[in-house]
Structure formats: C-alpha cells, structure tokens
C-alpha cells in the first residue's frame, strides 16, 4: 500500500471536500481517501500496481481543482 499526500488548491468548502472525496474514492486500488481543508491536501492510500499517481491527480483536476507539485 502506498500513501501520496497530494497539495491542492481551489477547495474551500465541505462541497469540495465531498466532490474530491468521491472522485478519487472511485478509483480502482484506492483504499481511503483524507481531505484537508485546513492544509489543503488529499491524502490517499491505494495500490501502486493498480493505479497510477497520475490518475489521482487527473480525477482531482477532473472536479476543477488545482494539483500542485
């Protein structure tokens, strides 16, 4: 299992948080998903061999947030 902790910007609201939530919970190999508003910052565990870093950052960027390296 690995674990990306991932800083976002544009989510300021419990309705960002649901939607990032959601989109990244729906990806396969994704075992949880920790929105931070406060530090704005996704933090997700999933399965390296099933699913790709760049995928978490495409379902974040997908909901019309910033994902910032």
Known sequence: MTNR???VDGMSCDHCKMAVTKAVS???GVSSVEVSLENKTVSVDYEEG???ADAIKQAIEAQGYDVVD
């Open 26 to 28: 729906a990806l396969e």
């Open 50 to 52: 099933r699913l790709a």
């Open 5 to 7: 902790i991932i800083n």
